[in-house]
């Protein structure tokens, strides 16, 4: 089974701008559906639990009739009464304690919690703001040889990551997300 972490969120306007105006909202919503499409049938996908994140998954993974428990959240206890209902959609979900201090010090608690969970073979960065720039430079030093792909034509923050890194250029201008998650992280049915 692989083992997935999403770091994936919408970025807001009242938050930096820069990541705001180069995302593209459709393309998040179809790198999500096809992500659960693609390699939860084969896969188990974990992520923190964001607010515009959280329901799509909810709704492709029931849409594909999944198991519930191919998908586990995160959530700090800092956000408790602000989550969203569809967290009750998950069979896994894990809420880490609230520490004294503010959003930072609890999101950098959660992450390194999420991030030290399981073996992950691979990063999947769709979006995003500030978050996912955190949690991919977190990947990268608990998984260095681990698979990182940020899907640029999803904008903000993972079109960041990717101009910033060294990654393959036909990924560029990639919009057919299930067939990149299948050629990429997914093993060749031929080899097995």
Not at 34 to 42: D, F, I, T
Not at 71 to 77: A, E, L, R, W
Not at 167 to 185: G, K, Q, T
Request: cysteine-free.
């Amino acid at each position: 089974m692989i083992e997935v972490f999403l770091s994936a969120s919408v970025p807001l306007p009242e938050r930096n701008r820069l990541y705001f105006e180069t995302a593209d909202v459709f393309l998040i919503r179809e790198a999500i559906r096809a992500l659960v499409e693609a390699v939860l049938p084969r896969g188990r996908v974990t992520f923190g639990g964001h607010p515009a994140i959280t329901p799509l998954m909810s709704l492709y993974a029931r849409s594909a009739k999944l198991d519930r428990d191919r998908i586990t959240i995160y959530q700090s206890d800092f956000f408790r009464g602000e989550m969203p209902r569809e967290n009750n959609d998950f069979a896994d979900i894990r809420y880490i304690e609230r520490i004294p201090g503010g959003v930072a010090e609890n999101l950098a608690l959660m992450r390194e919690r999420m991030l030290q969970s399981r073996n992950f073979d691979a990063a999947v960065l769709v979006g995003g703001m500030e978050g996912i720039k955190d949690e991919a430079t977190m990947f990268k030093q608990l998984y260095p040889h681990a698979k990182i792909l940020p899907l640029p034509t999803t904008g903000a923050a993972a079109r960041m990551e990717y101009f910033e890194g060294n990654y393959p250029p036909a990924w560029e201008n990639e919009i057919s997300f299930a067939s990149l998650f299948r050629r990429e992280l997914l093993p060749n049915p031929l080899s097995e």
